[in-house]
């Protein structure tokens, strides 16, 4: 909708701002929404069904609902909803359509765009209809920006997430004969250790116990190799005190016995 022409943008009569009774509701349509539909919540709380997916309404929430869709209602008595609507259609095909929820970030900007274009739907003005399409773009622009910023948003946690594990992959070699745990491990990354323990996983390829004992006996291996420690010693510098155990973990990563390798 960001390159549509403001004219392209078809008015339909159901624009308005409403304060639900109590006793409302939104009865399930028995046949699809034939338009969009722009609904935003002002205040209040309820229950918005979207082909059959459930979601707790309150301020901020904005629906785009699109031809095709089945939508339905319920809102809190005591604290009824106060709800804006705008119905409209677009050329078929149009791409670039803001998705079909999502709680507003800037609600002032947002609100006053919605109040703007009610007030002119509804005491029509010398340019009005114009002026109300114009608006209409600004608030699907509104609407695009913001999940573009937060595409942004979670591209860039997703790179500082990734240099987090790295540093910590990076943290365990360099000390592989360090008493990690995960617990620590996830404190140093300032994530729970549930999380780190996942994340560390999808991005590292292997879980953290299993990267440890791999960095603890590749460090080994070069120790073994290269310095002229025994076996005893070079298991007693990462940590082992289970010479039989260390063996056996040193044959499963490598296939050779650590007296092999020295």
């Given at each position: 909708m960001l390159h549509l022409n403001p004219e392209q943008f078809e008015l339909k009569p159901a624009i308005a701002t409403i304060h639900c009774e109590p006793n409302w509701r939104w009865?399930?349509?028995?046949?699809p929404?034939?338009?969009?539909?722009?609904?935003?919540?002002?205040?209040?709380?309820?229950?918005?069904?979207?082909?059959?997916?459930?979601?707790?309404i309150s301020k901020g929430h904005c629906f785009l609902f699109k031809?095709?869709?089945?939508?339905?209602?319920?809102?809190?008595?005591?604290n009824p909803l106060v709800i804006t609507y705008i119905h409209f259609d677009v050329?078929?095909?149009?791409?670039?359509?803001p998705r079909a929820h999502r709680i507003v970030e800037n609600t002032i900007r947002f609100e006053a765009l919605l109040s703007q274009c009610v007030r002119l739907f509804l005491v029509p003005a010398?340019?009005?209809?114009?002026?109300?399409?114009?608006?209409i773009k600004q608030l699907m622009i509104h609407l695009l920006r913001e999940e573009l910023d937060?595409?942004?948003?979670?591209?860039?946690?997703?790179?500082?997430?990734q240099e987090t594990i790295h540093e910590i992959a990076n943290f365990i070699q360099q000390q592989p004969g360090k008493a990690h745990?995960?617990?620590s491990l996830a404190a140093r990354a300032s994530l729970s250790p549930r999380y780190f323990s996942q994340k560390f996983k999808e991005i590292m390829g292997q879980?953290?116990?299993?990267?440890?004992?791999?960095?603890?006996?590749?460090?080994?291996e070069h120790l073994l190799h290269y310095t002229g420690l025994t076996v005893t010693e070079a298991a007693d510098a990462l940590g082992y005190n289970d010479l039989h155990f260390f063996s056996r973990q040193f044959k499963k990563y490598t296939g050779r016995n650590p007296s092999d390798v020295r």
């Open positions: 009865k399930k349509r028995e046949k929404m034939p338009n969009y539909d722009l609904f935003y919540v002002w205040s209040g709380e309820g229950t918005l069904q979207l082909n059959n997916k459930s979601y707790e031809p095709g869709d089945y939508t339905s209602a319920t809102h809190n008595p005591q050329p078929e095909h149009t791409p670039l359509i010398y340019g009005s209809e114009v002026e109300v399409k114009l608006i937060e595409e942004e948003l979670i591209a860039d946690q997703s790179n500082k997430l745990t995960i617990e879980t953290v116990k299993s990267y440890i004992v791999y960095s603890r006996i590749k460090r080994a």
